[in-house]
């Protein structure tokens, strides 16, 4: 086998299998592509305040701990995992998306409130009216477990 042909192998596997994901989390949409975009930006944030400006708050001496960061993706695909339960919500009660969406825009919320506050350790003001939005977004999608 040459070496196109096991590159050329490798890139369809990675397509079906990224294919088969984004087809399980509801679509490759514009939603989908924003918490992903924004899940990565904090993670990388998070990497920079811990490694550059050792002011992490997930470590006693607020540099980088590789148990802290573990966390961080595990609540990552923890995230992931609530999309794809609200994927099957929405197929089961023929909602069209809609729980979908709500359980985005409360992620996208969340982690651009992380961001934010990542950006803040940097030292980088960010205006007040995003966070509130970022704020808004997570309050309106909230799921209430008391069911009130």
Known sequence: MTALAVKNTA??????????IA??????????IALIVVMGVDFVTGLLVAFVWRKSNKSENGSADSRASFKGLCR?????????IAVQLDNVMQTGGVV?????????????ISVIENLG???IPFPAFIKKRFEQLKAENEIDPGGE
């Open 11 to 20: 890139l369809f596997v990675l397509a079906a299998i990224g294919t088969f």
């Open 23 to 32: 087809q399980a989390l509801g679509g490759w949409d514009s939603a989908m």
């Open 76 to 84: 990552k695909v923890g995230i992931l995992l609530a999309v794809l």
């Open 100 to 112: 979908r969406l709500g359980i985005i825009l409360f992620f996208f919320g969340s982690e651009g």
């Open 121 to 123: 350790l940097m030292g």
